[in-house]
């Protein structure tokens, strides 16, 4: 069974740092494109990254909002997403979901991660 | 990028009647060298992550039930839910990844009337 734990999330003031991690489980992540995808409360989805397999290159990309503040990383003899957030903003606020991308789409979640950003 | 809007943004719906949410991109999905529209749907349910249901437009994941199907091609997209259940009260999202970034709709809430 696929399983995605997200932690790391929680209360950061505007301009602070935070680190996410995504445990991955029940499939071959070093084969996996993983995706960081949030939820601001009350809102809809925005895709905030992507990052590819190492036989892909590990390419990374990012959405344009989180573009030079934010940085994907893996480690694969972990099988650990990671999601490094700097100079936080508040309209970063969001429940932060680790997802696989397959060609068909975004097949599996976790159950995400709350990051707060407030004075 | 590409922009996804749905519609309606709500819609409340009898047990057993259908329910219909559409959506249309700002460009065509469809990828010529395959041809498949690269554009899924996903239900998010109350305090989950959102879930997979549809996806190349009209394929349904494994274990999705076959109330649930989806149509169109190129930038018109229709979920169809062919008889309501209680366990459908959802928001629905639909998606392209035709082109990065990929992109969602704003979704749209289905409840029971």
């Known amino acids: 069974e696929v399983q995605l734990v997200e932690s790391g999330g929680g209360l950061v003031k505007p301009g602070g740092s935070l680190r996410l991690s995504c445990a991955a489980s029940?499939?071959?992540?070093?084969?996996?494109?993983m995706s960081w995808v949030r939820q601001a409360p009350g809102k809809g989805l925005e895709w905030v990254g992507r990052?590819?397999?190492?036989?892909?290159?590990?390419?990374?990309r990012y959405a344009a909002p989180v573009k030079d503040r934010f940085t994907i990383s893996r480690d694969d003899s972990r099988n650990t997403l990671y999601l490094e957030m700097d100079s936080l903003k508040t309209e970063d606020t969001a429940v932060y979901f680790c997802?696989?991308?397959?060609?068909?789409?975004?097949?599996?979640w976790g159950q995400g991660t709350l990051v707060t950003v407030s004075s | 990028d590409i922009v996804m809007t749905q519609s309606p943004d709500s819609l409340a719906v009898s047990l057993g009647e259908r329910a219909t949410i559409n959506c249309k991109s700002s460009?065509?999905?469809?990828?010529?060298?395959?041809?498949?529209?690269?554009l899924a749907w996903y239900q998010q349910k109350s305090g989950q992550p959102p879930k997979l249901l549809i996806y190349?437009?009209?394929t349904r994941e494994f274990g999705v039930p076959d109330r649930f199907s989806g149509s169109g091609s190129g930038t018109d997209f229709t979920l169809t839910i062919s008889s309501l259940q209680a366990e459908d009260v959802a928001v629905y999202y639909c998606?392209?990844?035709?082109?990065?970034?990929?992109?969602f709709g704003q979704g749209t809430k289905v409840e029971i009337k």
């Open positions: 997802t696989t991308e397959a060609p068909q789409g975004f097949d599996h």
């Open positions: 029940g499939f071959s992540f070093g084969d996996a494109w």
């Open positions: 990052i590819k397999s190492r036989l892909e290159g590990e390419t990374i």
């Open positions: 460009q065509s999905v469809l990828y010529s060298s395959d041809n498949k529209n690269y």
């Open positions: 190349w437009a009209s």
């Open positions: 998606q392209q990844d035709y082109s990065t970034p990929p992109t």
